[in-house]
């Protein structure tokens, strides 16, 4: 369900009342997800989801402040390359083919790894995903949509200098068959060649928050944690007006002319959502 209610937004991108309606979906969304964690409440699949992806070179810190956004904002974290190495330990058919990818430094075919966030995002309990090193290129980027159909809320990007990054990953001891100096140098090139342009892209549509993932944990995520608490303090903010608002026309209209109360508040409601 939520699929449908994010293609039908998606498909009149263009309006202005589309913007609008999609500022509300996203605020609507943030806020209803955290007020139903607190009570426990599993979340129903016709919400619509709540989109971020988390985009940086090898290295930059992207899992690591996943965590901190998970435990801080209560999002379901899905880790493209989590998923892939998954794909890989369970010996699946497409198992040999994503370790050499891996090993290579080069990126999966978009629709194996689309299938797997897809299937991940189906079984979620949740609706505000954080997909964590995905789209990598631009036709992971167009796979996406056209697979799952949704554009992402928010963009982050991890901005860190390559000499750090290498540093990072030589010393980051998971065993992974990709962190040695031979494959990140590879990773590297790839980041600059496909990934750059796809944060360009985003960046270009506004949805591109860039961090400076340099110094320590902590400080960094400092940069990260206003960019969701705005869209919490937008939707509180929006919801304790719009139930003044009604207060105030139910006792002016009497409850006689409920509808046209109603319809009155919707409007004021999306001008002020757009004004946000
Ligand atoms: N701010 C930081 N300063 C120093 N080391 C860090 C920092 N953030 C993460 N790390 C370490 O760097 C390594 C790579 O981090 P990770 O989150 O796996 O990056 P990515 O997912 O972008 O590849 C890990 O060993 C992690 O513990
Ligand atoms: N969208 C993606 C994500 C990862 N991958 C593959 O998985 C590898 C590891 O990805 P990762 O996100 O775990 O790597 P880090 O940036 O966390 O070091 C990449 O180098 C690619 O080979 C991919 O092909 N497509
Ligand atoms: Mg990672």
Redesign the pocket.
Do not use: C
């Given at each position: 369900m939520w699929r449908r209610v994010a293609s039908l937004s998606s498909s009149i991108s263009s309006s202005f009342l589309a913007q609008t309606a999609s500022r509300l979906n996203s605020w609507e969304s943030l806020t209803t997800g955290i007020a139903q964690q607190a009570k426990g409440v599993i979340a129903p699949k016709e919400k619509t989801p709540f989109i971020t992806f988390v985009l940086g070179g090898?290295?930059s810190g992207?899992?690591t402040q996943c965590i901190k956004i998970v435990e801080t904002f209560g999002f379901a974290h899905l880790?493209?390359?989590?998923l892939?190495r998954r794909e890989i330990a369970s010996k699946s058919a497409d198992g040999a083919m994503i370790l050499n990818?891996?090993k290579e430094?080069?990126?999966?075919p978009s629709q194996v790894?689309v299938k797997l966030i897809q299937k991940e995002m189906e079984l979620s309990d949740n609706h505000k995903f954080l997909i964590?090193?995905?789209?990598?290129t631009e036709e992971?980027r167009v796979s996406f949509e056209r697979i799952i159909g949704v554009e992402p809320n928010v963009v982050l990007f991890f901005d860190c200098p390559e000499e750090e990054m290498v540093k990072r990953?030589l010393n980051r001891n998971e065993g992974r068959v990709?962190d040695n100096l031979e494959t990140i140098k590879k990773?590297l090139t790839v980041f600059q060649a496909l990934s750059l342009p796809v944060i360009n892209y985003y960046s270009e549509k506004g949805k591109l928050y860039t961090i400076k993932a340099i110094g320590t944990e902590d400080e960094i995520f400092e940069q990260v944690r206003p960019i969701f608490a705005a869209f919490e303090v937008c939707s509180v903010s929006a919801m304790i007006l719009s139930i003044q608002l009604c207060c105030f026309f139910l006792l002016h209209f009497e409850s006689e002319n409920l509808t046209t109360a109603l319809f009155l508040l919707n409007l004021f409601g999306i001008f002020v959502m757009f004004l946000i």
């Open positions: 090898p290295g992207k899992g880790s493209a390359g989590d892939l990818t891996i430094g080069k990126i999966v790894t964590d090193g995905f789209p990598r992971n990953v990709d990773r």
